[in-house]
Each structure stands twice: as C-alpha cells, then as structure tokens.
C-alpha cells in the first residue's frame, strides 16, 4: 500500500515538474528571441547554400517546440491564460523568424533554388505523421526526465523554421505557389505537433480539465478546433499526396518509354527529364546524348508513344540532343554516316 501511495506521489512530482517546465519555457523572453531568430539565419543560409547540415543546425536552434508545448498544456488544464501566453509566444517567434528570412531573401534573390527549397513545397500526409511522431515523442520526452535530451530528436524530425525560411524566400521572389506549399507544411507540422503532444500529456494524467470539461465550453470548442484541423490537414495533405503520386507514375512511365524507343539508336542515353505545365500543355524536356541525329520525325514517333497525362492536357516533347562520339581504341565504336 505504502509503495504504491510513493509510486503515486512520484507521478505527480513528475507532472508538477513537467508542467512548471512547460509553463516557463512557454514564456517570450530575450533568449527566444535571440536562439529563433540564430535559426532562422541559419536556416535561410543552409537552404539557400543546399545544406542539409546547416538545415539540420536550424532545428537544433530553434525553440519554437517550447510555446507548442504550452499550447498543449493550456488545452488539457483549461488554462486560458497559458493559453494567450503560448499563442503570444508561438506567434512572435513565427513573426522573427520570418522577418529574419524576408531579409535574407530579398538580399539573395538572385540564388538559384535548390534541392533543400524545393523539398519543401510540396507537402503530402507523410510528412504530418512525422509531425504526429515527432510531437507524441516530443511530450514524452519532456514528462520522461531520464530522457529530456531527446527533444533533440524531434527539433530534427519535426522541422518547423526551414518550411518558415522556405516559404518567406519564395514570397520575397514572388514565387507564391512555393510559398504556399511550405508554409502549409510549416502549418501542418505546428497543428500536428500540438495534437499529438495533447494527447500524450492527457494520457499521462495532465488532465485538470476533467474536473470542468463539461462546464467550460471553451475548452470543449477549442479542443473541437484542434481534432478538426487534424482532420482537416489529412485531406488537404492526403489529396496533395494522391496528386505527387500520380505525377511521378507519369514521369516514370514517360522515361520508360523513351528508353524502349531509344534503344535502336545505339550509345543513346536519355541524361534528363523535365515536365511542366506551360500554355496549357504538358512540356516535356528530355535531355538525350546520342551519336546518332534526331529528325522532327523522330521526335514526333517518340511523343505518340507517351502516355496520357494525368490533366488530360496535351503533350509536348522537346528533345535537347547532345552529340557524342565514343571512342575506343579502334576508333569511333558508332560510325554514324551523316
């Protein structure tokens, strides 16, 4: 009996100590400030320079995880004033972060987009369960004192000021279908973050709301509001990733072709392919080093074979042809008459 009134005790020390963790660093103070806005510098940098190192130094940085928790917090206790403070906080710290990327990229419009950028502009439903993963890990780690050091982990699997960086550059070029496509995933990670972390600290007994669910009706909407983003995000994001999916198969299905049709033009090598929508068609830029010359003919046996595209608009190939010959020690192994 005696042990487990101890082991009860224990508990409740843990979630007193996680809690009043929670709370101060939930607060706005001159170290948030100065460690997001360091990330976002960081950040803006390593994606600009292609960095997956200087991307992932961000995460480390950055302590936008900490007024998330409070949000969590604030949901499961009832806390209203926890609640303005974490909004207060989450919300500035989104404001430096994007100040310091608007910046950066109005200096530095003239980078070429990589890798880095790019990979985030088009989110899909795998990357909100990272976000679930990482925020349910994120809590426990913080209730769990022997394992607090694995917040770590999650700045790195649940990235939420390179999206930020992201989208600001691609705002500060004017490029808003970019833009929008990484600020949603900044919103989907923040929104999966907070849901996840939620639940895990009401499973864990954090629920000083039980006491008044029924009786604050604003602790119920706002509860409601959260479980309808998620749901929300799942279809938004999950449509996106039906669309990725759907494209790739395309483009697979494209490239597969064009090696068949290639494979009677000895020592051919299809070295790109590229597919946009533009005046309202399919273009498609296939970069092909050949010893052989292509005729307009060719290219238009080539474009009959692809497959339909999945907007059902038209299809227009490009073949960029790149003449090579390959030498060997006998000489021009493709002797190509012109």
């Known amino acids: 009996m005696n042990l487990s009134a101890n082991n009860k005790d224990s ?17 706005f103070d001159k170290a948030f400030i100065i460690m997001n806005a360091l990330a976002a510098i960081i950040a803006s940098y390593g994606l600009l320079a292609d960095s997956n190192s200087g991307v992932i130094g ?25 609640l303005r403070q974490s909004l207060l906080s989450l919300g500035g710290g989104v404001g430096i972060v994007v100040l310091c990327a608007l910046i950066i990229g109005f200096l530095h419009t003239d980078i ?20 679930l993963a990482g925020g349910a890990v994120g809590a426990y780690a913080v209730i769990t004192p022997r394992i ?36 949603l995933l900044a919103f989907a990670n923040i929104v999966a973050i907070q849901f996840a972390f939620t639940t895990v600290l009401w499973v864990c007994g ?12 604003k ?9 309808a983003l998620m749901a929300l995000l799942f279809v938004m994001l999950g449509a996106n990733t039906k669309e990725l999916v759907t494209k790739m198969l395309f483009e697979t299905s494209t490239r597969k072709i064009l090696l068949e049709e290639l494979k009677p033009y000895p020592g051919s090598q299809l070295l790109g392919l ?3 929508k533009e005046e309202g068609a399919n273009i498609i830029r296939a970069i092909v080093h050949s010893p052989f010359n292509f005729s ?16 059902k608009l038209p299809i227009e190939l490009r073949l960029r042809h790149i003449k090579v010959d390959v030498m060997t020690k006998n000489g021009n192994k493709y002797d190509v008459q012109e």
Not at 121 to 128: A, F, G, M, Q
Not at 296 to 311: G, R
């Open 112 to 131: 070429p987009a990589g890798k880095e950028l790019l990979a985030r502009t088009h989110p899909n439903y795998l990357d909100l369960m990272i976000a």
């Open 58 to 82: 961000a995460m480390l940085v950055a302590m936008l995880l900490s007024p998330i928790a409070g949000l969590s917090l604030s949901l499961v206790d009832g806390n209203q004033a926890l």
């Open 296 to 311: 307009a003919q060719d290219v238009a046996k080539f474009e009959s074979k692809l497959p339909t595209a999945p907007n």
């Open 219 to 227: 602790v119920v909407w706002l509860n409601t509001v959260s479980l």
């Open 274 to 276: 590229r597919i946009a």
């Open 11 to 27: 508990l409740l020390l843990n979630i007193q100590a996680a809690r009043a963790e929670i709370i101060l660093n939930a607060q």
């Open 148 to 183: 607090v050091n694995a917040v770590v982990g999650v700045a790195i699997a649940t990235a939420l000021v390179p999206p930020l960086c992201t989208g600001t550059i691609f705002a500060a070029r004017g490029e808003w279908d970019n833009a929008f496509g990484a600020y």
């Open 206 to 217: 954090f629920h000083k709301v039980i006491d008044k669910f029924y009786r604050d009706k």
